[in-house]
């Protein structure tokens, strides 16, 4: 995710995206390039 994105805890095994999710994975390299943020002021 960009610098300027917030960090958002959803639940205690979060962690396991790191785990589960490919590094090289096609939706890991959208989640770094789009800032999402504007969804969650929205909602």
């Not at 300027?4 to 979060?14: A, E, H, V």
């Not at 994975?25 to 999402?36: G, M, Q, S, V």
């Amino acid at each position: 995710m960009l610098s300027t994105q917030q960090k958002i805890q959803f639940s205690s095994y979060s962690g396991l995206y790191d785990i589960i999710v490919p590094k090289d994975n096609l939706l890991r390299k959208i989640n770094d390039l789009i800032d999402f943020s504007f969804i969650y002021e929205e909602l």
